[in-house]
């Protein structure tokens, strides 16, 4: 699912598996943002928790803790992460374009850093979010290593 994230910032959209990834990608980026899909369905929106209460909402509607969760979709999370890009839900087409006429990962980085360059703000949540992608994948990797 394609969610768009609420914050006081340029607009972003990520792609997330499901409501509980993309509850875990705003807890790591901020419990101050919110997310909603594109035909806003109150069933797959990620409230805005400014004033505290993420840890509880997230123990409800999940049954598990953040931590929990995370360590079970470490690598959702990841990806999720990933996908970030700025822009709303119309730049989506036309970044994915982008993305897929580029075979050598170097280059799919640098175009992803300049597309992130078009911000308004000083404010990189795109930048953050792709760096926490990076880790989340590479503990995944490393921990699929040992085993």
Known sequence: MEYEL?????????????????TLVIGLL???FGADTQDGAEEN????????????????????TPVDG??????????????FMLG????????????????DPAKRDAFMAKWQDGRSSLNNIGGAAHEIGKALLLEVKEQEAAV
Request: no cysteine; aromatic share 14%; net charge negative.
């Open 70 to 83: 995370l360590n079970a979709r470490k690598k959702e999370v990841g990806e999720a992460m990933q996908s």
């Open 30 to 32: 901020s419990p101050a």
């Open 6 to 22: 609420h914050n006081p910032s340029d607009p972003y959209t990520f792609i997330a598996a499901d409501k509980e990834v993309a």
């Open 45 to 64: 929106r990620v409230p805005v928790f400014i004033f505290g209460g993420y840890d509880e909402w997230y123990q409800e509607e999940f049954g598990r």
């Open 88 to 103: 709303g839900f119309e730049d989506r087409a036309r970044y994915n374009a982008a993305l897929e006429a580029i075979d």
